[in-house]
């Protein structure tokens, strides 16, 4: 058997999972293939025009009907992969294809006549209930607001009653909609957020730390409406969050991006039994747990996360992780298939995985 550069033995090939699902039920709704997102920033007077990478060459399928995570420490690119995944961001390189079953989108290509088409099937959640909502206008404008905007109803009968609806099945009801935003509490507010979101009737939703800013006791009340929606209105999630608790709790895939790249993904069950990237395994152990035998075992990162505009050569991780060798710091490591529909980007996963980590 040939061996990598470092001597590691290279992890037999099978069918990359994105392929397997094509053919299977786990049919992706949007898929994204080398996915680039960067930003020129500086270039002033005394400063170098340098290049933030933020997105760097990700490949993603979401199957349809998934609550899907994407999990990572802040800079990881999280927020910026689901927004370029909305076409809300400028895209640098490779592609993004949507299919619904009655559409099928190229969204890099997307002219502009079709991507107010595309938006009334992709919509944005955002985190902050307070900041996202007019506190000029009263609940019911607000959640008509993109109905208006990208003309789905023409009249305001017509507006009115997809209003009425879609707040019912967001828990709000007919007085709700008379008020201002100022005059409900966060769990609230986040409820008009997901309306307003869900009234123009999309397939896939971007829910961007969606639960962050809110009280604990009302997190589990939105995580619940959400997935009870999901199930109603067939929707199809990208659940993006630091919280690897809520995302255990909730997601059914998770992927898990570290400086712009994809390191793993894998069903949750089994990302969080078996993790196989460093990176991953050290963001689990820092969940806290009730268990006192468990408890200062979490196992720490060391230092920040190095800056986008100039990542470490290799592994993005290597700076920071403890079982880098050569190969690491010379060669970036590609995603790799374990047999099933979980992934990772080590070069020294199988070595690892024998060893448990000791
Ligand atoms: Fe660590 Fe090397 Fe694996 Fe990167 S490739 S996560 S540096 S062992």
């Known amino acids: 058997m040939s061996t990598s550069p470092g001597g590691v033995a290279p992890a037999p090939r099978t069918p990359p999972a994105s392929a397997r699902r094509e053919s299977g039920h786990d049919t992706p709704l949007i898929r994204a293939d080398k996915l680039s997102v960067h930003f020129p920033i500086g270039g002033g ?15 993603l ?9 994407l999990v990572g420490e802040s800079g990881s690119g999280k927020t910026t992969l689901g927004r370029a995944m909305l076409r809300a961001t400028p895209i640098t390189g490779g592609s993004i294809a949507y299919s619904d079953g009655e559409v099928h989108y190229d969204l890099v290509e997307l002219p502009k006549s079709q991507l107010i088409e595309y938006r009334k099937r992709a919509q944005l959640i ?18 008509a607001e993109p109905l208006e905007v990208m003309g789905i109803t023409a009249t305001r009968e ?3 009653e997809r209003v009425r609806t879609i707040a019912a099945k967001c828990r709000l009801n007919l007085e709700h909609l008379r008020r201002f935003p100022h005059a409900f509490s966060g769990g609230q507010r986040q409820r008009i957020s997901i309306a307003r979101a869900l009234v123009s009737s999309p397939r896939f939703v971007v829910a961007d730390e969606s639960v962050a800013a809110l009280d604990v006791s009302i997190q589990a009340d939105i995580l619940n409406l959400l997935k009870a929606l999901q199930n109603e209105l067939q929707l199809t999630y990208l659940f993006i969050s630091h919280d ?10 998770v992927a898990v991006m570290y400086l712009g790249r994809l390191v793993e993904t894998a069903p949750t069950r089994e990302l969080f039994r078996a993790p196989r990237h460093p990176y991953t395994k050290a ?4 969940i806290p747990s009730l268990d006192p ?3 200062g075992t979490a196992q720490k990162l060391e230092g920040e996360i190095p800056s986008p505009t100039n990542p470490p050569s290799g592994c993005k991780f290597h700076t920071r992780c403890p079982y880098a060798i ?13 047999g099933t529909e979980h992934e990772v980007a080590c070069h020294r996963w199988q070595e690892l995985a024998l060893h448990d980590y000791d």
């Open 126 to 143: 955002f985190q902050d209930p307070y900041a996202a909502l007019s506190p000029r206008m009263t609940v019911r404008d607000i959640i």
């Open 293 to 295: 035998d468990q408890r």
């Open 326 to 338: 050569d190969v690491c710091r010379n060669t970036e490591p590609e995603l790799d298939h374990m």
């Open 158 to 160: 017509a507006t009115d």
């Open 283 to 286: 963001l689990l152990s820092a």
């Open 45 to 59: 007077l005394f400063t170098r025009k340098q290049m933030l990478r933020a997105v760097d060459e990700v490949s």
């Open 244 to 253: 690897l608790s809520v995302v255990a709790h909730i997601c059914d895939h």
């Open 61 to 69: 399928s979401i199957p349809k009907g998934s609550f899907f995570g």
